[in-house]
């Protein structure tokens, strides 16, 4: 007798303390995580004016270590990481030969010891095996081993402008002083923790590694120690904080159809003096037609408009949003999307079909919010 393949979703380690603290659990990316707890709203405006954590252990987390993972990784990826100090990260793509994204990863050099170092890849969790496969399909694996940490680690995010503080004093370590996109060991409480001065939400803030067996732990220790400045959010508000910072997220504003040029990804792609998989047909589109581009939309209007909803030019359809939401920081509907080139200009009218109903737009400079205003 043969069965199908399970459709149980995984859990995170933090899974039981989510379900039993209120939150609303839902399949994502084939993970059981928590998309709310009180309102997506409040979760939003918290974490814009304190700290929220969030638990994103669903992202795979791979290791690179050994002589030849400098040579492998600069091929894989759009940017160098022979060049990366200890403690950096880099925010990085992984295209296919057509230059098409495969992926978009956080890629972080850290130290094994006093003599050694190597280098942990986050891969977003709807790409987990796609990824794995790809790596595992190229040339060069003899003098390198990869391993993928996900199953026995955790991953979480402290985000806001309380939440370095936070973290800094439950870690006793100085975080603060650590720069924007670094990285630094740290030991708690018998377990060595990854932290980095990173993030998906447009505020400062921190993103862990750490042992599984000790999430739980960390999680509820720091939740206590904020004394209410800290607390859960889900999924749904990171995405709406994400969509305010003007972030992309893989399978809306970014797939293997979609180049780095279209999405203003320019800054995640260094060619000089190097090759990578996909720079033969990245240098071919930067010297023809890119295409339709990504663009931010604010919209007059209170109706939200949605992925897939069709962006409107004299009457005609030149475009898609792929990403859509009501603003809570700025009270507005906002959106992203992907528009013929000649509509991308900043202040272009243009209008949003929101269910048979046309609403009036204009293109922005993206992010919609930064925090330094």
Known sequence: ????????????????????????????????????????????????????????????????RGAGANSFLNRLLTRRVDNMKVGQVRYSLILNQQAGVLDDVLVYRTAIDARHSCYWMVVNAGNHQKISSWIGSQPGGEDFEWIDHTAETAMMAIQGPRAVDLVKAQLQAPLDELKYYHSTRVAWDDHMVLASRTGYTGEDGCELILPADCAVEFWMQLIAA???????????????????????????????????????????????????????????????????????????????????????????????????????????????????????????????????????????????YTRDG
């Open 226 to 368: 904020g004394n209410g400045q800290v607390k859960a959010a889900g999924l749904g508000a990171r995405d709406t904080l994400r969509v305010e910072a003007g972030m992309p997220l893989y399978g809306h504003e970014l797939s293997e159809t979609m180049n780095p040029c279209q999405a203003g990804l320019g800054f995640a792609v260094n060619m000089k003096n190097r090759d990578f998989i996909g720079r033969t047909a990245l240098e071919a589109i930067k010297a023809g037609a890119i295409g339709q581009q990504r663009i931010g939309l604010l919209l007059d209007g209170r109706r939200v408009p949605r992925t897939d909803y069709p962006i409107i030019a004299g009457g005609e359809p030149v475009g898609l949003v792929t990403s859509g939401t009501f603003s809570p920081t700025l009270e507005r509907p906002i959106a992203m999307g992907y528009v013929q080139p000649e509509w991308v200009a900043v202040d272009t009218r243009l209008e949003v079909d929101i269910r048979g109903r046309l609403e009036k737009a204009k293109v922005v400079k993206l992010p919609f």
């Open 1 to 64: 007798m043969t069965t199908g393949p399970s459709t149980e979703l995984r859990k995170t380690p933090l899974f039981d303390w989510h379900s039993s603290h209120g939150g609303k659990m839902a399949d994502f990316a084939g993970w059981s995580m928590p998309i709310q707890y009180s309102s997506i709203v409040e979760e939003h405006l918290h974490t814009r004016s304190s700290a929220s954590m969030f638990d994103v252990s669903h992202m795979a987390r791979l290791e690179f």
